[in-house]
């Protein structure tokens, strides 16, 4: 190991150490790098080129403000609560009604944006007062509100599978088609969860709604409920790219809560556009500050070397597969999202396409997998998300979320054994072969 | 009074820096979007849409990150600064602050030279400097210079022995 990649291997284990933003200590980490290293192809500028040069050409990474920008308004304006309404006509009656309210309100949600953080911190709050007003245990709620914000990456759009794309080469169209089953699986899981507990704890049952209030919420939610079908439909009919769908879907969120429901003004528009560009600020620089990283890694020919380790270990795919989940899972209990897929997933691609897995499965795969990285401890961001609206301690949270945990941790398994699980939608459509 | 101006004039750029031109780059992006797909289908395809669009996102990026430097919103791994007490969390925000701002001082010049170098160069469409382009990455760094200092200023500050209240 040369000295410059010790440098930057330790550089990048004190960022970890000494709470440096992962952004910043990638970048810090390329350009102790290239201060030491020596070569025609690692000016220190190597770190500014590697950034502006490929930041400059990744079309598909617009769709990432743009998202942010869909469930920024969705939040800020009454859309947010209209779903949450028609769910509750929709399945609240039943046996531990919010909470099955509380899932289906996530995966319709999900179907507008693509972000974890935004469904938590978002209809999060919501779900979490209403199932403290019918009884249910505090701690309980945000374990149920934390796992459900997992569903809004897996079902289309997802931001984490816009970066997947850009780095494996895999369309997005296709990975949106592959998350879809998956999606609705991830609902079904925890609904059935939801009845076990409500049965054994005796969780109340919601109110039932008479036919005609269903009509009137389900005719006043309509608007706001057709804008997955906006998004979805557009890109698959062709009429837009999955980055143009993004923007169309916010002109739709922003359309319906100015002129609709009449509950976005002047000011919280502003407020919204700000918000999207520091979060975009936020999310974006990572991506940016992790190509000169890549760039490293590369020429490091690090893959080459953890390739070779993995195949000295096995060369069965499925073999390979549960060790990559079980390593991501546990580099999930200790990092955010976006250091794993922008550092360990493009470390393991070059393997996933010599042993000849799909791309596509892989990719929501390792989403899914992710996702479950945010549920879980000592480092699980929704739990603190959680832990901070509803001001409840961590370590009921923690509890209440493990059973959940290990129920999406067997659907994972599920779908990287039963790839058709994930291929089934994109092969039907025609994505792949 | 003179300082209290000056004062204001740099909080006003800072504002206008981090927090209007990442605002409006990203309004005008969407905006751009939206011109995109309607002139698509009801005139004609625009060409300069695709580079205006990334290079609104290149430059809301760089200084939306600054912003969100302001207020500590970045990503960070937290786990070791949160479970030590306030002095060693000091010496911890020291350290990484201070190796932060060394590494972001070495880069200035090499990145101010690269990104002048790449004034040759013109946008294929719309014709602007490639300079122009990437300048807001000069910009970041000097940002992130400028907070960096601050933040170490304060904690070395505050290592500072207080001074005893006269009886």
């Given at each position: ?59 598909i990474l617009l769709a990432v403000p743009l998202y942010i920008f869909a469930a920024t308004i969705m939040n800020t304006s009454?859309?947010t ?28 949600f999900s179907?507008m944006t693509g972000s974890a953080v935004a469904d938590a911190a978002g ?29 809004g990456p897996?079902?289309?759009p997802s931001i984490p599978m816009v970066f ?63 804008t997955?079908?906006?998004l ?10 999955p980055t143009?769908a993004g923007a169309l879907a916010s002109l739709?969120a922003l ?14 528009l502003?407020e919204v556009l700000k918000s999207t560009a520091k979060t975009t600020g936020t999310v974006s620089i990572i991506v ?49 999202t976006m ?95 | ?21 990442p605002t409006?780059s990203f309004t005008?992006m969407f905006?751009?979007f ?19 669009s990334?290079?609104a996102f290149?430059?809301t990026t760089?200084?939306g990150a600054?912003w969100a430097?302001?207020?500590?919103s970045?990503v ?92």
């Amino acid at each position: 190991m040369s000295l410059p990649l010790i440098i930057f291997l330790l550089m990048f284990t004190l960022t970890m150490l000494l709470r440096i933003p992962i952004a910043f200590g990638m970048i810090m980490s390329s350009i102790f790098y290239f201060t030491f290293a020596t070569g025609p192809h690692v000016p220190i500028s190597m770190a500014a080129n590697q950034f502006l040069s490929n930041m400059n050409v990744s079309f598909i990474l617009l769709a990432v403000p743009l998202y942010i920008f869909a469930a920024t308004i969705m939040n800020t304006s009454m859309v947010t609560e209209l779903i949450f309404r028609f769910a509750n006509t929709l399945v609240g009656r039943w046996k531990g009604g919010i909470g099955h309210v509380n899932v289906i309100n996530s995966l319709i949600f999900s179907g507008m944006t693509g972000s974890a953080v935004a469904d938590a911190a978002g209809p999060g709050i919501m779900e979490i007062e209403a199932m403290r007003k019918s009884g249910y245990e505090d701690a309980f709620s945000c374990a149920l509100t934390a796992a459900s914000a997992t569903i809004g990456p897996i079902f289309p759009p997802s931001i984490p599978m816009v970066f997947y794309s850009l780095l494996s080469g895999a369309s997005v169209g296709a990975l949106f088609m592959g998350g879809m089953v998956p999606g609705v699986l991830m609902a079904v899981f925890l609904m059935a969860y939801v009845s076990y507990i409500s049965n054994k704890r005796n969780y109340p049952t919601g109110v039932s709604v008479g036919f005609r209030e269903f009509v009137r919420d389900t005719l006043y939610a309509l608007p706001a409920l057709l804008t997955p079908v906006i998004l979805l439909g557009s890109i698959y009919s062709g009429l837009v790219t999955p980055t143009e769908a993004g923007a169309l879907a916010s002109l739709w969120a922003l359309v319906i809560s100015v002129a609709f429901y009449r509950s976005l003004g002047w000011r919280q528009l502003v407020e919204v556009l700000k918000s999207t560009a520091k979060t975009t600020g936020t999310v974006s620089i990572i991506v940016g500050a992790a190509f000169s990283f890549s760039y490293i890694i590369a020429i490091e020919h690090i893959p080459v070397a953890i390739g070779q380790l993995f195949l000295s270990i096995t060369t069965n795919k499925y073999a390979f597969l549960f060790i990559v989940n079980v390593l991501f899972l546990v580099l999930g209990m200790f990092l955010d999202t976006m250091p794993i897929m922008f550092v360990f997933v493009p470390i393991v691609l070059p393997i996933v396409n010599q042993l000849g897995i799909d791309l596509v499965h892989f990719g929501v795969v390792i989403v899914l997998n992710m996702m479950i990285g945010l549920l879980t401890p000592p480092y699980g961001v929704l739990l603190f998300i959680m832990s901070g609206i509803a001001k409840t301690p961590l370590k009921p949270i923690i509890i209440e979320t493990l059973p959940m945990t290990g129920t999406l941790i067997v659907l994972l398994f599920l779908m990287t054994y039963v790839p058709e699980v994930v291929l089934f939608v994109p092969r039907l459509l025609g994505q792949i072969k | 009074m003179q300082m209290r101006l000056s004062g204001r004039i740099l909080l006003t750029t800072l504002d206008v820096l981090e927090i209007y031109i990442p605002t409006l780059s990203f309004t005008l992006m969407f905006v751009v979007f939206i011109i995109e797909i309607a002139w698509r289908y009801l005139v004609v395809p625009l060409t300069w849409t695709m580079e205006f669009s990334l290079m609104a996102f290149l430059w809301t990026t760089l200084l939306g990150a600054c912003w969100a430097l302001r207020d500590d919103s970045h990503v960070v791994f937290g786990l070791v600064y949160d479970s030590v007490g306030p002095t060693a969390q000091r010496a911890i925000r020291l350290a990484g602050n201070g190796l932060l701002f060394l590494a972001f001082c070495i880069a200035l010049y090499p990145s101010w030279k690269f990104v002048a170098f790449m004034g040759f160069k013109k946008a294929d469409v719309m014709q602007i400097s490639m300079s122009i382009v990437f300048s807001p990455y000069i910009a970041f760094t000097v940002l992130t210079l400028g907070r960096l200092g601050y933040k170490l200023w304060t904690d070395l500050r505050s290592l500072a022995p207080r001074k005893e209240a006269c009886p």
